[in-house]
């Protein structure tokens, strides 16, 4: 999943906007969009929309950001919305693998009163968003097999911290989350899940966009949260790789393939050996998807 795009839930039409964004995935928010007050109005919207939507072909991919589990919202959320068969939920304020489980069982217990099989939705964890999350982000490994990827988010944590922002004068992140940044694509490669670089709340802005997610790729995130239809061209095309960069992998894979033995092989004048290749693959992966 390339664009991930936020929609409140009780959006009304930008819920089918959203749909028509282009957007890989869409994300139906409950939570951090939605007033105390309209929780309630917006898990019907949500089952609403999902149960008209979900079974339609050739759609993005349909995931609802539920309430955390120190809300107390949790379960009212996942009992209106497991019935409308999301292909997955976004888990804000995630604290490690343990809460992975937690959550696990919780979509278990629904599953199986719908008659969906288990593990049919899939989790999103949000897993660098809290201080206690951000040293849990390493244990997600083998918590649950419904992960698809982590992701994390500075404005929670800034205000957490009390920080009086989180990006410098110049647009860039300041050091206690860069710090985050840093720590969800480290633990989503120890988790073996693609880290997905947060939103880019400045959304007039497509320059900066590109720049900021030009960087995620860079570093390693193969996807990106959105909040405005805007935004969605310009992440799909930074996380495409280009026909230069699979024709390069492609020559990599080959190269290997034809020297069997080598651990090491020169393309081109340079240097390539076995974790070339394991990016070479990884990169041919994300074309197939
Ligand atoms: N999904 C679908 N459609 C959206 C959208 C979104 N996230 N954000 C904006 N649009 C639509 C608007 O409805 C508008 O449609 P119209 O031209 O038919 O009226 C069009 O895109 C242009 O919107 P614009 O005027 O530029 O923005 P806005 O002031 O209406 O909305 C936000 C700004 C930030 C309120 C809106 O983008 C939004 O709700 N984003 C998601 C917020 C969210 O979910 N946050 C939680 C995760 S951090
Ligand atoms: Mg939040």
């Known amino acids: 999943m390339r664009s991930l795009l ?6 009304g039409n930008k819920l089918d906007k959203a749909m028509a964004s282009g957007a890989d995935a869409v994300i139906i928010d409950l939570e951090d969009s939605i007033a105390p007050e309209r929780k309630e109005a917006a898990r019907k919207a949500c089952f609403d929309f999902l149960k008209s939507n979900s079974g339609k072909a050739d759609r993005p991919r349909l995931l609802v950001r ?8 949790t379960d009212a959320d996942l009992d209106a919305i497991v019935p409308g068969k999301p ?13 992975a489980v937690h959550l696990d069982a919780k979509l278990t217990a629904r599953e199986a009163v719908v008659g969906l099989p288990e593990g049919a939705i899939k989790v999103l964890a949000q897993a660098v968003e809290s201080a206690a999350g951000l040293f849990l982000a390493g244990t997600f490994k083998d918590s649950s097999k ?29 050091e206690p989350y860069r710090l985050a940044r840093n720590i969800c694509l ?20 497509s320059e900066g966009l590109r720049r900021d997610t030009e960087m995620a790729r860079r570093d390693g995130f193969t996807g990106r949260l959105a909040i405005h239809p805007a935004q969605v061209a310009v992440i799909n095309e930074v996380f495409t790789p280009t026909p230069d960069q699979i024709a390069k992998a492609k020559a990599v894979i080959a190269a290997f393939a034809a020297n069997p033995g080598a651990g090491a092989i020169g ?12 990016r070479a693959q990884a990169l041919l992966a994300r074309v197939a998807k």
């Open 87 to 99: 292909d997955a939920v976004v888990f804000p304020k995630a604290e490690g693998g343990t809460s």
């Open 6 to 11: 936020f929609v409140p839930a009780d959006g």
């Open 186 to 205: 480290y633990g989503a490669a120890a988790a073996k899940l693609p880290a997905i670089e947060t939103v880019y709340v400045d959304f007039r802005n």
């Open 146 to 174: 419904r992960l698809i990827g982590m992701t994390w988010g500075p404005e929670d944590l800034s205000a957490e911290l009390g920080a009086e922002a989180n990006r410098d004068e110049h647009g860039l992140l300041t």
């Open 267 to 278: 393309i081109g004048g340079k240097m390539f050996d076995r974790p070339h290749l394991v």
């Open 66 to 73: 539920i309430n955390g589990l120190d809300t107390g919202m």
